[in-house]
């Protein structure tokens, strides 16, 4: 919070500003802050949400034209037509959200850009919006006496309705939820194993969008008294695209600077409309090609090269400091695959699989490339249905359970490939695995947002003893992209634990790290083992597997065709015929002697 306090100079010239301007210079400052409304409501759900969303402009006709309705038609007072275009707005941007759940990326563009066109359209076209004439005579919002038909003390009205909300907009990028719509805009798939209900942040998104445009629409319709389809047109929502994107979409600050910034450019080049279109489309592009995140990341853009130019940072993994031993727990099974079947189209990926993980036992999982190994986690953690067959936790039927369900009932799982949210800072990958609330929870933001402050300093507080744990301390505050593999691997690992599971998948660790990091992710995963949680781990490093697992099971062309100690597993017939098959070296009695030997001292 200290960071902002550079905004409190900045409020008291806001406060200050109309006792310098003439009428005309205060009518631009009032459009400019209602383009700066609606700018932050665009870069809420385009820059840190990550849905492309061309309707912005259309929340705002939505909440102009509905005041100007209900006041003009309906006979409401305008404030009491304010709260139900506001509600009309929200409704809306829901129902533009619908969509999102189901596509994504440039379809999701087409098809609110459609939506904001059939929106034009209609006020164009319907009598009660008054056809391309618009609605003129909105009343003047009444106010305890105070004359708003002055465009200075509407101003005011604006600023505090403006400063509410960018506060909220703050609130919301700098908490569990704003970290969560980043991490859903940077790998949905990854966010939705650590907790995140995708389905619900793609739409509170645009709730956000049509609440903020719907304010604007309303402020607008108190300001101009008027509106007409020419306000709400494309060439707008181009305009506001362009403020964001200059701005800089996934920082608040960054959109309203490019909002009042292009606002007043735009009225400088007034005489000029048709040249000054074609100079913000080139700016953007300039913006977008060497500024990616626009005004507002320059400074960061700066830090990176004079660190680049320093020689890059010379951030030092530290030790892990193990956890405490748990007291014995039963030994009922962690988790129970019952005859699970899974089928791409003609190819059967994984054939009536069944094993049981008892509680606290390392699980290996082995098998040639393309076995299933990957598609087991993937039933397990519920990425993909079983065709067939059963998974059960702690003896509890879980199939075919969303992965964000399954996470909060304590599995977690790291990925192959490494799914790291590359714009978020390792700090806040591992602040993601610790939030475990529910979307629900958001009523907390406008209800009681010093609740929510509370949970984010505790949140803070158990985030930064895990990084010392797990040794990151020197690396917390840096992007995982610009670490080398082994760390990122530690980072996914301390991720997965942050989220207290009581299920640990890990799908091929030690791939990429040296002999010496392979020796510490044993100590780890053992650790993490005696803490009572339950590990299942995918491994191609032999030495690894059979000095560390329990038990191993191991998979061929999706049929489980050997299940034991990790020696007996290893001269297993039928495991030694499907690894001559394979490029990779079968697991030997000599590997079996040597890990053993490795295991016991
Ligand atoms: N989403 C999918 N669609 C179609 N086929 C798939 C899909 N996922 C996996 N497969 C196929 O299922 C089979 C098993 O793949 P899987 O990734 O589970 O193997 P794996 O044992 O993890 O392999 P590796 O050791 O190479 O990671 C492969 O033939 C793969 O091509």
């Avoid at 505050?477 to 634990?497: D, F, K, N, W």
Wanted: net charge neutral.
């Amino acid at each position: 919070m200290k960071r902002l306090l550079w905004l409190v100079p900045l409020a008291v010239a806001a406060w200050l500003l109309p006792y310098g301007l003439g009428g005309y210079a205060i009518h631009v400052a009032d459009v400019a802050i209602i383009f700066a409304i609606l700018a932050i409501g665009l870069g809420l759900t385009m820059g840190v949400a990550g849905q492309i969303n061309l309707a912005q402009v259309a929340f705002f006709g939505v909440g102009a034209y509905a005041v100007a309705i209900l006041t003009t038609k309906a006979g409401f007072g305008f404030w009491t037509a304010a709260a139900l275009a506001l509600l009309v707005a929200v409704v809306f941007g829901m129902l533009v959200g619908i969509p999102a759940l189901r596509m994504q990326s440039h379809y999701l563009g087409i098809v609110t850009l459609g939506l904001a066109l059939a929106f034009t359209n209609w006020v164009t076209n319907a009598h009660i919006a008054g056809r391309a004439e618009g609605i003129s005579d909105i009343p003047v919002p009444p106010m305890f006496g105070i004359d708003l038909s002055s465009g200075y003390l509407f101003y005011y009205v604006e600023l505090v309705v403006f400063a509410i909300a960018l506060a909220f907009a703050l609130l919301v990028t700098r908490s569990p939820l704003g970290r969560r719509l980043r991490a859903m805009r940077d790998d949905d798939l990854a966010a939705g194993s650590l907790g995140a209900e995708i389905p619900l942040l793609r739409m509170t998104a645009f709730v956000l969008s049509g609440l903020y445009g719907g304010l604007a629409g309303i402020l607008y319709a108190g300001l101009i008294r008027f509106v007409a389809p020419e306000s709400f047109n494309i060439a707008n929502m181009f305009l506001l695209l362009a403020m964001v994107i200059i701005g800089g979409r996934s920082s608040i600050i960054g959109c309203v600077v490019g909002a009042v910034a292009l606002s007043l450019v735009r009225e400088a080049l007034l005489d000029a409309s048709g040249y000054a279109q074609l100079g913000y489309g080139l700016v953007v592009v300039l913006v977008v090609v060497f500024a990616p995140q626009g005004l507002a990341g320059l400074p960061g853009q700066i830090r990176s090269l004079l660190r680049r130019r320093a020689g890059g940072s010379r951030a030092q993994l530290g030790p892990f400091r193990p956890y405490g031993a748990a007291p014995a727990s039963s030994r009922e099974a962690a988790l129970e695959v019952r005859e699970v079947t899974k089928r791409f189209k003609g190819l059967v990926a994984l054939d009536r699989v069944s094993l049981t993980v008892p509680t606290g036992e390392i699980r290996g999982i082995v098998g040639p490339n393309g076995s299933g190994k990957t598609t087991l986690f993937n039933v397990i953690s519920g990425f993909y249905d079983p065709t067939q067959g059963s998974v059960a936790l702690g003896g509890r039927d879980v199939t075919g359970m969303a992965p964000y369900r399954l996470s909060l009932r304590g599995v977690a799982r790291t990925f192959q490939n490494l799914r790291l949210f590359e714009d978020l800072s390792v700090r806040e990958n591992i602040l993601l695995g610790l939030d475990r609330t529910r979307t629900s929870w958001i009523w907390r933001y406008p209800g009681l947002p010093w609740k929510v402050l509370d949970y984010e300093r505790s949140l803070h507080r158990r985030g930064e003893e895990l990084i010392e744990r797990f040794g990151l301390t020197d690396v917390a505050g840096a992007g995982p992209r610009s670490l080398p593999y082994g760390v990122q691997r530690r980072i996914e690992l301390a991720r997965a634990m942050a989220m207290s599971p009581t299920l640990l998948l890990l799908d091929e660790p030690a791939a990429g790290l040296n002999g010496e990091e392979v020796r510490q992710l044993a100590e780890i995963v053992r650790s993490i083992r005696d803490s009572g949680v339950t590990v299942i781990v995918i491994e191609h490093n032999m030495g690894l597997v059979m000095s560390l697992c329990d038990q191993v099971t191991v998979l061929s062309s999706g049929k489980v065709i050997a299940d034991g100690r990790p020696a007996e597993v290893a001269v297993h017939p039928d495991v030694v015929a499907a690894y001559l098959g394979d490029s990779m070296s079968a697991p030997t009695e000599a590997t079996a002697e040597a890990a053993a030997e490795e295991a016991t001292r």
